[in-house]
């Protein structure tokens, strides 16, 4: 019978059949080497998304409120993600980080919404 091997260090296998890995040491260590290169630019996307996520919830209190551009201009908010969009019958683009929901009025403000139903 052929000995069974650690996938990460190669530490002969003792225990169960269909063992792959000595401790959770060397699993977690091998599966963060092979989700680490892909996983890494989603774990970056998915920070701005967090982050302009949290921005339009703390500044729309009352799940909908008008801004001025200024505020969302000094939070920092990136205006080149967000999860999906919405396009009403009259044109209008809603752009929503998940349930927190923006729309550009003018060149000065922004209308901030909450999506309720998902």
């Known amino acids: 019978m052929e000995e069974r091997k650690c996938f990460e260090c190669g530490e002969p296998l003792r225990g169960r ?18 989700l680490g290169k892909s996983s890494k630019y989603i774990r970056k996307i998915n920070r701005i998304l967090r982050t302009n996520h949290s921005i339009l919830k703390d500044l729309n209190t009352e799940n909908k409120t008008t801004i001025p551009s200024k505020k969302l201009e000094k939070e920092n908010f990136n205006f080149n993600y967000h999860t999906h969009y919405y396009k009403t019958r009259n044109g209008k683009v809603y752009f929503f980080c998940y349930d927190q929901g923006y729309l550009k009025l003018d060149s000065n403000r922004y209308l901030l919404v909450k999506k309720e139903d998902i």
């Open 17 to 34: 059949a269909d063992q792959k890995f000595c401790n959770d040491l060397c699993r977690n260590a091998y599966n963060n080497k092979k």
